[in-house]
Antibody, heavy 122, light 107 residues
Framework: QVQLQESGPGLVKPSQTLSLTCTVSGGSFSSGAYQWSWIRQHPGKGLEWIGYIYFSGSTYYNPSLKSRVTISLDTSNNQFSLKLRSVTAADRAVYYC??????????????WGQGTLVTVSS | EKVMTQSPATLSVSPGERATLSCRASQSVSSNLAWYQQKPGQAPRLLIYDASTRATGIPARFSGSGSGTEFTLTISSLQSEDAAVYSCQQYNNWPLTFGGGTKVEIK
């Protein structure tokens, strides 16, 4: 059964870059059947989709974050990563990685990683 | 961007009773709607996709209905372990968007 696990610093300074990695285990990371997304949740708020990457390397980002986001993948290590530049206190959230279906079509998410809280503070 | 609105914000239901949760889309999302359950400190868990298809391992007491702009998640006989926040998500268009969630409490 596929499992996803986020990792990365829990504290980032304002104006710096948030970097997180999601490690995928127990499944075919390079399978063309899936897309790999980042989603975040501000404390006590709803979920916000950040963007996704397909195994070919194609990406799609939420327009609200597009100017600051890069998602990349490392197929040799079954990982994909998120970089969010120029962070502010408003980027404090729990960040999840999750799997979707297909290449270009929007999808639901299953499964999800357990999430990691990132705080932005000097 | 399609805005998803959930109601009510909080729902208090007695064990064994029915819980009915609503999700409304600002524009039609066809049947491209999913429901998730999220317990405190946990990741969301997929319950329903394609508006009415239960995900693997989801109990039959969870059911989804609707299409277009109006959707409903029904928990037919609420169990204590169903206390959680339930969120809807549209995947008809990019960007993917979620509702703000409905918190289900056990009365």
């Amino acid at each position: 059964q596929v499992q996803l696990q986020e990792s990365g610093p829990g504290l980032v300074k304002p104006s710096q870059t948030l970097s997180l990695t999601c490690t995928v285990s127990g499944g075919s990371f390079s399978s063309g059947a899936y897309q790999w997304s980042w989603i975040r949740q501000h404390p006590g708020k709803g979920l916000e989709w950040i963007g996704y990457i397909y195994f070919s390397g194609s990406t799609y980002y939420n327009p609200s974050l597009k100017s600051r986001v890069t998602i990349s993948l490392d197929t040799s290590n079954n990982q994909f990563s998120l970089k969010l530049r120029s962070v502010t206190a408003a980027d404090r959230a729990v960040y999840y990685c999750a799997r979707g279906l297909g290449e270009n079509d929007p999808s639901w998410f299953d499964p999800w990683g357990q999430g990691t809280l990132v705080t932005v503070s000097s | 961007e399609k805005v998803m609105t959930q109601s009510p914000a909080t729902l208090s239901v007695s064990p064994g009773e029915r819980a009915t949760l609503s999700c409304r889309a600002s524009q039609s999302v066809s049947s491209n709607l999913a429901w998730y359950q999220q317990k405190p400190g946990q990741a969301p868990r997929l319950l329903i996709y394609d508006a009415s298809t239960r995900a693997t391992g989801i109990p039959a007491r969870f059911s989804g209905s609707g299409s277009g702009t109006e959707f409903t998640l029904t928990i037919s006989s609420l169990q204590s372990e169903d206390a959680a926040v339930y969120s809807c998500q549209q995947y008809n268009n990019w960007p993917l968007t979620f509702g703000g969630g409905t918190k289900v409490e056990i009365k």
